[in-house]
Protein backbone atom coordinates (compact mmCIF):
# COMPACT_ATOMS: atom_id res chain seq x y z
CA UNK A 1 0.00 0.00 0.00
CA UNK A 2 2.96 2.35 0.94
CA UNK A 3 4.25 1.97 -2.87
CA UNK A 4 1.52 2.71 -4.03
CA UNK A 5 0.89 6.11 -2.31
CA UNK A 6 4.76 7.10 -3.00
CA UNK A 7 3.68 6.09 -6.70
CA UNK A 8 0.37 8.38 -6.76
CA UNK A 9 2.86 11.12 -5.10
CA UNK A 10 5.35 10.97 -7.65
CA UNK A 11 3.11 11.26 -10.86
CA UNK A 12 1.41 13.89 -8.90
CA UNK A 13 4.58 16.06 -8.39
CA UNK A 14 5.45 15.05 -12.22
CA UNK A 15 2.76 16.59 -13.27
CA UNK A 16 3.60 19.96 -11.31
CA UNK A 17 6.95 19.71 -12.18
CA UNK A 18 5.98 19.81 -16.19
CA UNK A 19 2.32 22.49 -15.70
CA UNK A 20 3.48 25.26 -17.65
CA UNK A 21 2.02 28.92 -16.11
CA UNK A 22 -0.15 31.02 -18.54
CA UNK A 23 2.76 33.71 -20.10
CA UNK A 24 2.96 36.86 -21.32
CA UNK A 25 5.38 36.87 -24.48
CA UNK A 26 5.16 40.38 -25.49
CA UNK A 27 5.15 43.98 -23.40
CA UNK A 28 5.40 46.59 -25.77
CA UNK A 29 5.63 50.69 -25.29
CA UNK A 30 6.54 52.96 -28.15
CA UNK A 31 6.11 56.52 -28.99
CA UNK A 32 5.31 57.83 -32.28
CA UNK A 33 5.50 61.77 -32.95
CA UNK A 34 6.49 62.97 -29.53
CA UNK A 35 9.46 62.39 -27.62
CA UNK A 36 11.15 62.16 -23.94
CA UNK A 37 10.75 65.31 -23.43
CA UNK A 38 6.96 64.93 -22.95
CA UNK A 39 6.64 61.23 -22.06
CA UNK A 40 9.84 59.86 -20.85
CA UNK A 41 10.71 56.29 -20.23
CA UNK A 42 9.32 55.87 -17.04
CA UNK A 43 9.49 51.69 -17.56
CA UNK A 44 13.72 52.60 -16.69
CA UNK A 45 12.58 53.12 -12.98
CA UNK A 46 12.31 50.30 -11.49
CA UNK A 47 9.83 50.85 -8.96
CA UNK A 48 7.36 52.08 -11.54
CA UNK A 49 7.99 49.07 -14.00
CA UNK A 50 7.76 46.37 -10.97
CA UNK A 51 4.40 48.15 -9.88
CA UNK A 52 2.83 48.45 -13.60
CA UNK A 53 3.74 44.80 -13.41
CA UNK A 54 2.64 43.91 -9.93
CA UNK A 55 -1.08 45.57 -10.94
CA UNK A 56 -1.21 44.16 -14.58
CA UNK A 57 -0.42 40.38 -13.10
CA UNK A 58 -3.04 40.53 -10.76
CA UNK A 59 -5.81 41.68 -12.93
CA UNK A 60 -4.73 39.03 -15.35
CA UNK A 61 -4.64 36.43 -13.21
CA UNK A 62 -8.33 37.48 -12.03
CA UNK A 63 -9.61 37.51 -15.04
CA UNK A 64 -7.96 34.20 -16.64
CA UNK A 65 -8.87 32.39 -13.22
CA UNK A 66 -5.09 31.34 -12.48
CA UNK A 67 -3.04 31.62 -9.74
CA UNK A 68 0.41 32.87 -11.41
CA UNK A 69 1.38 34.79 -14.35
CA UNK A 70 4.94 34.73 -15.78
CA UNK A 71 6.40 37.98 -17.14
CA UNK A 72 9.24 38.92 -18.87
CA UNK A 73 12.02 40.98 -17.18
CA UNK A 74 11.62 43.65 -19.05
CA UNK A 75 9.55 45.78 -21.25
CA UNK A 76 10.19 46.51 -25.22
CA UNK A 77 10.59 50.08 -25.47
CA UNK A 78 10.55 51.81 -28.88
CA UNK A 79 9.92 54.71 -30.09
CA UNK A 80 9.04 54.98 -34.00
CA UNK A 81 10.34 57.40 -36.35
CA UNK A 82 7.75 59.17 -38.97
CA UNK A 83 5.33 57.59 -40.68
CA UNK A 84 5.38 54.13 -38.56
CA UNK A 85 3.27 51.77 -37.51
CA UNK A 86 2.69 49.95 -33.90
CA UNK A 87 2.80 46.53 -34.49
CA UNK A 88 0.66 44.31 -32.38
CA UNK A 89 1.22 40.46 -33.77
CA UNK A 90 2.04 38.10 -31.57
CA UNK A 91 4.84 35.78 -31.92
CA UNK A 92 4.08 32.65 -34.46
CA UNK A 93 4.15 29.80 -32.88
CA UNK A 94 3.59 30.91 -29.51
CA UNK A 95 0.05 29.83 -28.85
CA UNK A 96 -0.18 26.08 -26.72
CA UNK A 97 -2.80 25.14 -24.28
CA UNK A 98 -2.13 27.37 -21.71
CA UNK A 99 -3.04 31.21 -22.59
CA UNK A 100 -0.06 33.22 -23.91
CA UNK A 101 -0.77 37.11 -23.47
CA UNK A 102 0.65 39.95 -25.78
CA UNK A 103 0.50 43.63 -23.82
CA UNK A 104 0.77 46.83 -26.57
CA UNK A 105 1.17 50.37 -24.81
CA UNK A 106 1.13 53.03 -27.76
CA UNK A 107 1.54 57.32 -27.18
CA UNK A 108 1.16 58.73 -30.36
CA UNK A 109 0.45 62.31 -31.73
CA UNK A 110 -2.65 62.62 -34.12
CA UNK A 111 -2.16 61.84 -37.51
CA UNK A 112 -3.23 65.49 -37.97
CA UNK A 113 -2.90 68.45 -35.75
CA UNK A 114 -1.27 68.13 -32.12
CA UNK A 115 -3.38 66.20 -29.98
CA UNK A 116 -2.19 62.84 -28.11
CA UNK A 117 -3.71 59.31 -27.78
CA UNK A 118 -2.64 56.62 -25.51
CA UNK A 119 -3.76 53.45 -27.15
CA UNK A 120 -3.39 49.94 -25.06
CA UNK A 121 -4.08 46.47 -26.60
CA UNK A 122 -4.28 43.37 -24.72
CA UNK A 123 -4.40 39.99 -26.48
CA UNK A 124 -4.54 36.28 -25.35
CA UNK A 125 -4.78 33.33 -27.07
CA UNK A 126 -5.15 29.61 -26.11
CA UNK A 127 -5.06 26.84 -28.73
CA UNK A 128 -4.48 28.87 -31.30
CA UNK A 129 -7.92 30.34 -30.41
CA UNK A 130 -8.19 34.09 -29.45
CA UNK A 131 -9.72 34.77 -25.99
CA UNK A 132 -9.36 38.07 -25.68
CA UNK A 133 -8.61 41.10 -28.27
CA UNK A 134 -9.57 44.73 -26.80
CA UNK A 135 -7.43 48.42 -27.76
CA UNK A 136 -8.63 50.89 -25.62
CA UNK A 137 -8.06 54.88 -26.28
CA UNK A 138 -7.99 58.06 -24.41
CA UNK A 139 -6.77 61.05 -25.32
CA UNK A 140 -4.14 62.61 -23.07
CA UNK A 141 -4.36 66.48 -22.81
CA UNK A 142 -1.98 68.69 -21.27
CA UNK A 143 -4.20 71.41 -18.72
CA UNK A 144 -2.57 74.01 -20.39
CA UNK A 145 -2.11 75.52 -23.97
CA UNK A 146 2.03 75.88 -23.07
CA UNK A 147 1.87 71.74 -23.42
CA UNK A 148 1.49 72.24 -26.77
CA UNK A 149 3.45 74.64 -28.04
CA UNK A 150 6.86 74.60 -25.03
CA UNK A 151 8.83 71.78 -24.53
CA UNK A 152 6.67 71.00 -21.60
CA UNK A 153 6.97 67.40 -19.48
CA UNK A 154 3.60 66.18 -19.86
CA UNK A 155 3.49 63.46 -17.16
CA UNK A 156 4.67 61.97 -13.89
CA UNK A 157 5.90 59.00 -12.76
CA UNK A 158 2.78 58.33 -10.94
CA UNK A 159 0.32 59.32 -13.46
CA UNK A 160 1.86 57.16 -16.03
CA UNK A 161 1.04 54.62 -13.77
CA UNK A 162 -2.02 55.34 -12.50
CA UNK A 163 -3.33 55.74 -16.06
CA UNK A 164 -1.40 52.28 -17.18
CA UNK A 165 -3.68 50.64 -14.57
CA UNK A 166 -6.62 52.45 -15.87
CA UNK A 167 -5.58 51.08 -19.20
CA UNK A 168 -5.46 47.65 -17.95
CA UNK A 169 -8.78 47.36 -16.04
CA UNK A 170 -10.67 49.12 -19.14
CA UNK A 171 -8.80 46.58 -21.99
CA UNK A 172 -10.07 43.55 -19.71
CA UNK A 173 -13.55 45.36 -19.18
CA UNK A 174 -13.28 45.74 -15.48
CA UNK A 175 -14.46 49.73 -16.12
CA UNK A 176 -16.89 50.55 -18.61
CA UNK A 177 -15.82 51.83 -22.07
CA UNK A 178 -14.89 55.50 -22.67
CA UNK A 179 -13.76 58.21 -24.71
CA UNK A 180 -12.93 60.56 -21.42
CA UNK A 181 -10.25 63.21 -22.25
CA UNK A 182 -7.34 62.34 -19.65
CA UNK A 183 -6.00 65.30 -18.34
CA UNK A 184 -2.29 65.41 -17.33
CA UNK A 185 -0.66 68.07 -14.94
CA UNK A 186 -2.77 70.90 -12.84
CA UNK A 187 -1.69 74.36 -12.53
CA UNK A 188 -2.33 73.85 -8.62
CA UNK A 189 0.61 71.59 -8.65
CA UNK A 190 3.04 73.98 -10.22
CA UNK A 191 1.77 76.75 -7.81
CA UNK A 192 1.92 74.25 -5.29
CA UNK A 193 6.05 74.04 -5.85
CA UNK A 194 6.39 77.92 -5.37
CA UNK A 195 4.17 78.41 -2.44
CA UNK A 196 6.35 75.60 -0.87
CA UNK A 197 9.41 78.42 -1.24
CA UNK A 198 10.43 79.97 2.11
CA UNK A 199 10.15 82.73 2.77
CA UNK A 200 6.86 82.55 0.95
CA UNK A 201 6.10 84.46 -1.96
CA UNK A 202 2.24 86.45 -2.60
CA UNK A 203 0.54 85.85 -5.07
CA UNK A 204 0.60 88.64 -8.24
CA UNK A 205 -0.91 88.17 -12.06
CA UNK A 206 1.17 89.51 -15.04
CA UNK A 207 -0.78 90.05 -17.55
CA UNK A 208 0.57 90.58 -21.03
CA UNK A 209 -0.60 91.38 -24.50
CA UNK A 210 2.42 90.40 -27.17
CA UNK A 211 4.93 87.98 -28.39
CA UNK A 212 6.77 88.41 -25.31
CA UNK A 213 8.23 85.48 -26.08
CA UNK A 214 9.05 85.84 -29.93
CA UNK A 215 10.66 88.88 -30.10
CA UNK A 216 7.51 90.94 -30.51
CA UNK A 217 6.12 94.29 -28.69
CA UNK A 218 4.12 93.51 -25.94
CA UNK A 219 2.15 95.45 -23.03
CA UNK A 220 1.93 94.32 -19.44
CA UNK A 221 0.54 94.77 -15.97
CA UNK A 222 1.52 93.53 -12.40
CA UNK A 223 -1.77 93.29 -10.87
CA UNK A 224 -1.97 92.13 -6.91
CA UNK A 225 -5.81 91.59 -5.86
CA UNK A 226 -6.55 95.25 -5.33
CA UNK A 227 -4.03 97.03 -6.61
CA UNK A 228 -2.00 97.72 -9.90
CA UNK A 229 1.26 97.55 -9.13
CA UNK A 230 3.54 97.88 -12.66
CA UNK A 231 2.56 98.36 -15.79
CA UNK A 232 4.86 98.79 -18.73
CA UNK A 233 5.32 98.81 -22.97
CA UNK A 234 8.09 97.14 -24.73
CA UNK A 235 8.74 97.78 -28.17
CA UNK A 236 11.64 96.75 -30.31
CA UNK A 237 13.15 97.72 -33.35
CA UNK A 238 15.54 96.01 -35.98
CA UNK A 239 18.77 98.08 -38.06
CA UNK A 240 20.56 96.11 -40.65
CA UNK A 241 23.12 97.95 -42.63
CA UNK A 242 24.90 95.92 -45.80
CA UNK A 243 28.14 97.43 -46.52
CA UNK A 244 29.10 98.87 -49.80
CA UNK A 245 30.70 96.26 -51.54
CA UNK A 246 31.46 95.80 -55.83
CA UNK A 247 31.41 92.09 -54.88
CA UNK A 248 28.02 91.10 -55.85
CA UNK A 249 28.33 93.08 -59.24
CA UNK A 250 31.70 91.91 -60.09
CA UNK A 251 30.59 87.76 -59.25
CA UNK A 252 27.58 88.61 -61.67
CA UNK A 253 30.07 89.67 -64.18
CA UNK A 254 32.47 86.61 -63.56
CA UNK A 255 29.08 84.13 -64.37
CA UNK A 256 28.08 86.25 -67.22
CA UNK A 257 31.56 86.12 -68.94
CA UNK A 258 32.25 82.85 -68.12
CA UNK A 259 29.28 80.80 -67.13
CA UNK A 260 30.56 79.33 -63.91
CA UNK A 261 28.68 79.95 -61.20
CA UNK A 262 30.10 82.25 -58.44
CA UNK A 263 29.53 82.13 -54.09
CA UNK A 264 30.54 85.38 -52.72
CA UNK A 265 30.14 86.53 -49.33
CA UNK A 266 28.42 89.51 -48.32
CA UNK A 267 29.28 91.54 -44.48
CA UNK A 268 25.97 92.81 -42.77
CA UNK A 269 25.57 94.71 -39.80
CA UNK A 270 22.93 93.79 -37.65
CA UNK A 271 21.55 95.92 -34.90
CA UNK A 272 18.65 94.87 -32.28
CA UNK A 273 17.27 97.02 -29.82
CA UNK A 274 14.05 97.23 -27.11
CA UNK A 275 12.43 99.82 -24.90
CA UNK A 276 10.65 99.25 -21.82
CA UNK A 277 8.45 102.36 -20.56
CA UNK A 278 7.37 102.15 -17.44
CA UNK A 279 3.79 104.07 -16.54
CA UNK A 280 5.45 106.71 -15.02
CA UNK A 281 7.90 107.19 -17.97
CA UNK A 282 11.31 105.17 -16.45
CA UNK A 283 12.82 103.76 -19.65
CA UNK A 284 14.88 100.61 -19.95
CA UNK A 285 16.86 99.75 -22.81
CA UNK A 286 18.63 96.69 -24.56
CA UNK A 287 20.87 96.63 -27.21
CA UNK A 288 22.36 93.66 -28.98
CA UNK A 289 24.71 94.12 -32.21
CA UNK A 290 26.79 91.66 -34.31
CA UNK A 291 28.18 91.42 -37.73
CA UNK A 292 26.72 88.67 -40.06
CA UNK A 293 28.22 86.98 -43.15
CA UNK A 294 26.16 85.98 -46.27
CA UNK A 295 27.37 83.61 -48.85
CA UNK A 296 25.39 83.81 -51.79
CA UNK A 297 24.81 82.50 -55.39
CA UNK A 298 24.61 83.77 -58.80
CA UNK A 299 22.71 81.35 -60.48
CA UNK A 300 20.86 80.38 -57.28
CA UNK A 301 18.64 81.59 -54.90
CA UNK A 302 20.48 79.70 -52.11
CA UNK A 303 21.72 81.99 -49.02
CA UNK A 304 23.62 80.76 -46.08
CA UNK A 305 24.09 83.49 -43.18
CA UNK A 306 26.98 82.81 -40.28
CA UNK A 307 26.74 84.89 -37.51
CA UNK A 308 29.10 86.02 -35.36
CA UNK A 309 27.85 85.22 -31.87
CA UNK A 310 26.88 87.93 -29.74
CA UNK A 311 28.98 87.90 -26.62
CA UNK A 312 26.52 90.00 -24.39
CA UNK A 313 23.57 92.39 -24.69
CA UNK A 314 24.47 96.24 -23.67
CA UNK A 315 21.79 97.71 -20.97
CA UNK A 316 21.35 101.18 -20.69
CA UNK A 317 19.11 103.63 -18.15
CA UNK A 318 18.14 107.17 -20.04
CA UNK A 319 20.83 106.58 -23.00
CA UNK A 320 23.47 105.73 -20.23
CA UNK A 321 25.01 102.24 -20.27
CA UNK A 322 24.33 100.46 -16.96
CA UNK A 323 24.75 96.79 -17.04
CA UNK A 324 24.77 93.55 -19.62
CA UNK A 325 24.11 90.17 -19.47
CA UNK A 326 24.94 86.77 -21.28
CA UNK A 327 22.39 84.45 -22.58
CA UNK A 328 22.58 80.97 -22.71
CA UNK A 329 20.55 77.89 -23.86
CA UNK A 330 21.09 74.53 -21.92
CA UNK A 331 19.68 71.13 -22.38
CA UNK A 332 20.18 68.09 -19.46
CA UNK A 333 19.63 64.88 -20.46
CA UNK A 334 18.54 62.34 -17.43
CA UNK A 335 20.65 59.46 -18.61
CA UNK A 336 20.27 55.93 -17.63
CA UNK A 337 22.62 53.09 -18.73
CA UNK A 338 20.65 52.16 -21.27
CA UNK A 339 20.65 55.73 -22.97
CA UNK A 340 21.45 55.43 -26.44
CA UNK A 341 21.79 58.36 -29.31
CA UNK A 342 19.99 56.96 -32.42
CA UNK A 343 19.10 58.57 -35.69
CA UNK A 344 15.79 59.45 -37.16
CA UNK A 345 15.93 60.98 -40.90
CA UNK A 346 13.11 62.99 -39.64
CA UNK A 347 14.24 64.76 -36.42
CA UNK A 348 17.86 63.78 -36.64
CA UNK A 349 19.72 62.71 -33.84
CA UNK A 350 18.14 62.18 -30.80
CA UNK A 351 18.40 60.80 -27.47
CA UNK A 352 16.60 57.70 -26.17
CA UNK A 353 15.92 55.78 -23.49
CA UNK A 354 15.66 58.72 -21.36
CA UNK A 355 13.89 59.33 -18.31
CA UNK A 356 12.96 62.96 -19.57
CA UNK A 357 15.18 65.60 -21.01
CA UNK A 358 14.85 69.25 -19.39
CA UNK A 359 15.33 72.71 -21.16
CA UNK A 360 16.80 75.69 -19.55
CA UNK A 361 17.06 79.51 -21.00
CA UNK A 362 19.52 81.42 -18.69
CA UNK A 363 20.65 85.18 -18.69
CA UNK A 364 23.60 86.01 -16.05
CA UNK A 365 24.77 89.61 -15.68
CA UNK A 366 24.45 93.14 -13.90
CA UNK A 367 22.34 96.16 -13.81
CA UNK A 368 23.30 99.65 -12.05
CA UNK A 369 25.77 97.48 -10.30
CA UNK A 370 23.79 94.80 -9.24
CA UNK A 371 24.11 90.82 -10.19
CA UNK A 372 20.84 90.19 -12.09
CA UNK A 373 19.95 85.78 -13.14
CA UNK A 374 16.74 84.55 -14.36
CA UNK A 375 16.61 80.84 -15.43
CA UNK A 376 13.27 79.62 -17.21
CA UNK A 377 12.86 75.88 -16.67
CA UNK A 378 10.75 74.69 -19.78
CA UNK A 379 10.17 71.59 -18.82
CA UNK A 380 8.49 72.60 -15.36
CA UNK A 381 7.20 75.81 -16.61
CA UNK A 382 8.67 78.28 -13.96
CA UNK A 383 11.21 81.63 -14.23
CA UNK A 384 13.01 82.33 -11.66
CA UNK A 385 14.46 85.76 -10.80
CA UNK A 386 17.25 86.70 -8.68
CA UNK A 387 19.59 89.21 -7.58
CA UNK A 388 22.59 87.67 -5.89
CA UNK A 389 20.97 85.35 -2.93
CA UNK A 390 17.66 87.40 -3.30
CA UNK A 391 14.75 86.07 -4.82
CA UNK A 392 13.28 88.81 -6.87
CA UNK A 393 9.97 86.71 -7.92
CA UNK A 394 8.58 83.83 -9.68
CA UNK A 395 6.42 83.57 -12.72
CA UNK A 396 4.78 80.69 -13.70
CA UNK A 397 4.45 80.43 -17.41
CA UNK A 398 1.05 78.48 -17.21
CA UNK A 399 -1.46 81.00 -18.99
CA UNK A 400 -4.82 81.24 -16.81
CA UNK A 401 -6.97 83.31 -18.66
CA UNK A 402 -9.96 81.44 -18.91
CA UNK A 403 -10.87 83.07 -22.38
CA UNK A 404 -7.37 82.63 -24.09
CA UNK A 405 -5.44 79.58 -25.03
CA UNK A 406 -2.14 81.06 -26.02
CA UNK A 407 1.08 81.14 -25.09
CA UNK A 408 3.02 84.45 -26.14
CA UNK A 409 0.56 84.75 -28.75
CA UNK A 410 0.90 81.41 -30.24
CA UNK A 411 -2.32 80.02 -29.98
CA UNK A 412 -3.72 76.23 -29.86
CA UNK A 413 -7.20 76.08 -31.61
CA UNK A 414 -9.65 74.12 -29.64
CA UNK A 415 -9.98 71.27 -32.17
CA UNK A 416 -5.71 70.90 -31.45
CA UNK A 417 -5.39 70.83 -35.30
CA UNK A 418 -3.61 74.43 -35.49
CA UNK A 419 -1.56 76.28 -33.77
CA UNK A 420 -1.22 79.87 -35.33
CA UNK A 421 1.15 83.03 -33.96
CA UNK A 422 0.80 86.41 -34.27
CA UNK A 423 3.28 89.37 -33.70
CA UNK A 424 1.95 92.82 -32.72
CA UNK A 425 4.77 95.43 -33.84
CA UNK A 426 2.03 98.46 -35.28
CA UNK A 427 1.08 99.65 -32.04
CA UNK A 428 0.56 99.95 -28.45
CA UNK A 429 -1.42 96.44 -28.08
CA UNK A 430 -4.31 96.88 -25.97
CA UNK A 431 -4.97 95.31 -22.79
CA UNK A 432 -8.97 95.90 -23.67
CA UNK A 433 -9.66 92.74 -25.44
CA UNK A 434 -9.30 90.37 -22.85
CA UNK A 435 -9.13 87.29 -25.04
CA UNK A 436 -5.86 87.68 -26.21
CA UNK A 437 -4.79 89.17 -22.80
CA UNK A 438 -2.39 86.40 -21.05
CA UNK A 439 -2.83 85.88 -17.41
CA UNK A 440 0.38 84.37 -15.34
CA UNK A 441 0.45 83.62 -12.27
CA UNK A 442 3.52 86.12 -10.70
CA UNK A 443 5.13 85.96 -7.11
CA UNK A 444 6.61 88.42 -5.44
CA UNK A 445 7.73 88.90 -2.05
CA UNK A 446 5.07 90.18 0.35
CA UNK A 447 7.06 93.11 1.06
CA UNK A 448 9.08 93.92 -1.99
CA UNK A 449 9.54 97.76 -2.63
CA UNK A 450 8.62 99.34 -6.20
CA UNK A 451 12.86 99.30 -7.23
CA UNK A 452 12.45 95.66 -6.36
CA UNK A 453 9.86 95.19 -8.43
CA UNK A 454 11.09 96.98 -11.22
CA UNK A 455 14.21 95.22 -10.91
CA UNK A 456 12.25 91.79 -11.03
CA UNK A 457 10.60 92.47 -14.59
CA UNK A 458 13.73 94.60 -15.85
CA UNK A 459 15.65 91.02 -15.24
CA UNK A 460 12.79 89.17 -16.95
CA UNK A 461 12.56 91.12 -20.05
CA UNK A 462 16.06 90.67 -20.47
CA UNK A 463 15.05 86.84 -20.60
CA UNK A 464 12.82 87.42 -22.91
CA UNK A 465 14.76 89.16 -25.15
CA UNK A 466 17.70 86.63 -25.27
CA UNK A 467 15.35 83.77 -25.96
CA UNK A 468 13.73 85.37 -29.06
CA UNK A 469 16.97 87.34 -30.42
CA UNK A 470 19.63 85.44 -28.87
CA UNK A 471 18.79 81.49 -29.24
CA UNK A 472 21.29 78.85 -30.45
CA UNK A 473 21.44 75.37 -29.94
CA UNK A 474 21.62 74.23 -26.83
CA UNK A 475 24.59 73.67 -24.96
CA UNK A 476 24.52 70.01 -22.89
CA UNK A 477 25.10 69.98 -18.89
CA UNK A 478 25.41 66.93 -17.04
CA UNK A 479 22.69 65.99 -14.84
Given at each position: MKNYYYIIALCFLSVLCTAQVPQVIAFKHELRWTDEVKFPNYFLIPEVRDSVFYNTKHELMNYLKVSDIKFPDEVYYNIIPGFGKQKTDMPKGASGKDPVIGIFSFITRATSGYAIFWKLKIIITQNNKVILEKEVTHELEYFNASGYVESRRWISPKEFHDIFHRLVRESLGYLPDSNEKIVLGSLESVEEKIRSISPPLKRNLLKINGGWKSSGDFHGLVESENDT????NFKEKTLEEVKP???PFLASLFTEITGVDFEYDQEIK?????TLTFSDDQKFGIKLKWIGTETRSV???EVTTNISNPVSAELYEEKEQTGYFLYVSLEKVNSTAKTREEFNVFTGYQKENTLGIERFDRIKGSLSGKP?????NENQGIIMINSADTLLGVMVVENCNPESRSISGSQVSKNKVFITSSSQKIKKPSMEDTKKVEWYPFYLAG????ESRKLC?????CLFFGIGNMNSEPQQIAP
Open positions: LLEFSLTKELSGKSEIFGEFNSSDIKTLI
